[in-house]
C-alpha cells in the first residue's frame, strides 16, 4: 500500500531530523497534500495509525494532520490564477481550458509540533 510506506518515509524523515529525547516529546505532524498527490487521506490516517503502533516506542502521543490544498491553475490566456474543482482544469475568469498546475502536487512535512 502506497500510503503505508509513504508514513514509514515520514518517520524516517522524523528520525533524521530529532535526536530521540526530542522525539519524544513531538506532539502533531502536519502535512501539505495537493489533491494530484494522490494520496487518500483516510488511508494516511490508518496507515499512520498502524505504523504508530509498529513503531511507538519513542514517540509520545503524536498525531498526524492532513492540510489539504487545492490545485491551482495559471491560466496562458488571461494569466489569472483560479482554483481547480472536480477536476475540471478552466480558468474561472475567461473559461479557457488550462493544464498549466502551479499548486496541487505538494506532498511534504508542512510543520512540527513539539511539547515545550
Ligand atoms: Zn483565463
Redesign the pocket.
Known amino acids: 500500500m502506497h500510503e503505508v510506506s509513504l508514513v514509514r518515509t515520514i518517520f524516517r524523515t522524523l528520525e533524521e531530523q530529532f535526536p530521540p529525547e526530542e522525539r519524544a516529546k513531538l506532539k502533531a505532524v502536519q502535512l501539505k497534500i495537493g489533491p494530484l498527490a494522490n494520496v487518500e487521506p483516510i488511508l494516511l490516517q490508518n496507515a499512520f495509525n498502524a505504523v504508530m503502533e509498529e513503531e511507538a516506542q519513542g514517540y509520545g502521543d503524536l498525531q498526524l494532520r492532513v492540510n489539504m490544498i487545492p490545485i491551482l491553475i495559471q491560466?496562458q490566456?488571461?494569466?489569472?490564477q483560479s482554483e481547480v474543482e472536480n477536476y475540471r482544469f478552466v480558468?474561472k475568469?475567461?473559461?479557457?481550458p488550462?493544464g498549466n498546475v502551479v499548486q496541487g502536487n505538494e506532498l511534504l512535512i508542512e510543520l512540527v509540533e513539539m511539547e515545550e
Open positions: 491560466c490566456a488571461c494569466d489569472q480558468c475568469n475567461c473559461g479557457e488550462s
